[in-house]
Nanobody, 121 residues
Framework: QGQLVESGGGSVQSGGSLRLSCVRS????????MAWFRQAPGKEREGVAY???????SYADSVKGRFTISQDNAKKSLYLQMNSLKPEDTAMYYC???????????????WGQGTQVTVSS
């Protein structure tokens, strides 16, 4: 079973930027789908951005144009560049992997421990 470790969270003011990173280890092959999810207190976990092995991406409507998911397979890393952050982006952000298609789904199998993002107004 592979391991995912997120980093890069923090506290920023509205309009600011953060870059989240997720490093995977213990995977024999690169998972076909990788994604970022988030969960705010009292809310359900939601998918934020997805990327497949070929680099095809998809985003939740709430982050389109502001967030960018990317990967560096040589570094076994997944990234989420978050710009123009809003208070409603405040949540715990999780990296996840899956091998089921399509990638933009909620039943991912492997999860990191999360990194907190807090955006103040």
């Amino acid at each position: 079973q592979g391991q995912l470790v997120e980093s890069g969270g923090g506290s920023v003011q509205s309009g600011g930027s953060l870059r989240l990173s997720c490093v995977r280890s213990g995977y024999i092959f690169r998972p076909y789908c990788m994604a970022w999810f988030r969960q705010a207190p009292g809310k359900e976990r939601e998918g934020v951005a997805y990327i497949d092995l070929d680099g095809t991406t998809s985003y939740a409507d709430s982050v389109k144009g502001r967030f960018t998911i990317s990967q560096d397979n040589a570094k076994k890393s997944l990234y989420l560049q978050m710009n123009s952050l809003k208070p409603e982006d405040t949540a715990m952000y999780y990296c996840a992997t899956n091998s089921l298609l399509p990638c933009n789904r909620h039943d991912y199998k492997s999860w990191g421990q999360g990194t907190q993002v807090t955006v103040s107004s």
